[in-house]
């Protein structure tokens, strides 16, 4: 299993490239809808990655998928272009789900 970028900024694909993290860099709410297809209806994908500001053009489409998709899971990660916001959701979803505060 693996892990796949959809990222809105080549310095991010770059990044995670060297990591070994195959991926693709989009900028419009149809190329991002069409690389999230893509990617789900690959069976090696096990997590996709996705950029803060490409998850605010298809939010709905990111949590859908989310809701009603075993595989792969999805997650937002921040690029250079991000609030920074990522962790602080991440940290309440946790305190959110399991009740306990990080």
């Known amino acids: 299993m693996r892990f796949y970028l959809i990222s809105d900024n080549v310095d991010t694909q770059v990044g995670l490239r060297l990591a070994g993290i195959d991926g693709v ?3 419009e709410p ?3 809808e069409k690389a999230l297809d893509r990617a789900v209806k690959m069976e090696d994908v ?3 990655l996705i ?3 490409l998850l605010q053009l298809c939010r709905e489409k990111v949590y859908s998928l989310k809701l009603n998709c075993k595989r792969p899971l999805i997650v937002e990660i921040p690029d ?3 609030n920074g916001r990522t962790s ?3 940290t309440r ?3 959110e789900a399991i009740g ?3």
Do not use: F, M, P, W
Request: glycine share 4%; no cysteine.
């Open 30 to 32: 149809a190329e991002v």
């Open 93 to 95: 979803y946790v305190r």
């Open 46 to 48: 096990a997590v996709i």
């Open 25 to 27: 860099v989009v900028h």
């Open 88 to 90: 602080d959701s991440i």
């Open 51 to 53: 950029t803060e500001t």
């Open 80 to 82: 250079r272009h991000g």
């Open 100 to 102: 306990l505060k990080l």
